[in-house]
T-cell receptor, first 108, second 113 residues
Framework: RKEVEQDPGPFNVPEGATVAFNCTYS??????FFWYRQDCRKEPKLLMS???SGNEDGRFTAQLNRASQYISLLIRDSKLSDSATYLC?????????FGPGTRLSVLP | GAGVSQSPSNKVTEKGKDVELRCDPI?????LYWYRQSLGQGLEFLIY????????KSGLPSDRFSAERTGGSVSTLTIQRTQQEDSAVYLC???????????FGPGTRLLVL
């Protein structure tokens, strides 16, 4: 089993739609969790950290379920500019493990 | 402030040649990582440096790959006797141990002919 797994995608959604991405991780010692986004031919950039209590940043909401070793990202009112690959990242100590990513295309 | 920088941005080389890739992390960041990303694939961890500790080389795919970090700042990734399968984007990231977040450089696109 891979350390970090994500929905395979791609997700093709119309503008304004709500879309949710799921991520599972295998190492129960994992300490920190992040969502990064990566645009085509660009480097990954931090979208948001994921906290145990769940957190929201504008149209983006991240949830963590430690018992199920599961992380989610919800995007509301999706924009064309949200089109990218979304990477789930899990950290324990100084090891960062990246998921394979889920590609999102928001269509006009 | 300045972000992570990498050079060169693109490198085309012939099979069998050696290449050196450079990374300048964010000033003050103690941790530095190298990753490789092949076309359409996820990030593959290569090596990690943390302060003056011995680097974690567990991700290096073969002994043709090596990396060093001088003075706790700039890092170079060296690939000897390059092969066509080494073609990829090589990404460097740095993090402050306190913040835990990684910041990536723009990457070096390596093409081995």
């Amino acid at each position: 089993r891979k350390e970090v797994e994500q929905d395979p995608g791609p997700f093709n959604v119309p503008e304004g739609a709500t879309v949710a991405f799921n991520c599972t991780y295998s190492n129960s010692a994992s300490q920190s969790f992040f969502w990064y986004r990566q645009d085509c031919r660009k480097e990954p950039k931090l979208l948001m950290s994921v906290y145990s209590s769940g957190n929201e940043d504008g149209r983006f909401t991240a949830q963590l379920n430690r018992a199920s070793q599961y992380i989610s990202l919800l995007i509301r009112d999706s924009k064309l500019s949200d089109s990218a690959t979304y990477l789930c990242v899990v950290n324990y100590g100084q090891n960062f493990v990246f998921g394979p990513g889920t590609r999102l295309s928001v269509l006009p | 402030g300045a972000g992570v920088s990498q050079s060169p941005s693109n490198k085309v080389t012939e099979k069998g040649k050696d290449v050196e890739l450079r990374c300048d992390p964010i000033s003050g960041h103690t941790a530095l990582y190298w990753y490789r990303q092949s076309l359409g694939q996820g990030l593959e961890f290569l090596i990690y440096f943390q302060g003056n500790s011995a680097p974690d080389k567990s991700g290096l795919p073969s002994d043709r790959f090596s990396a060093e970090r001088t003075g706790g700042s700039v890092s170079t990734l060296t690939i000897q006797r390059t092969q066509q399968e080494d073609s990829a984007v090589y990404l460097c990231a740095s993090s402050s141990i306190l913040l835990e977040t990684q910041y990536f450089g723009p990457g070096t696109r390596l093409l081995v002919l």
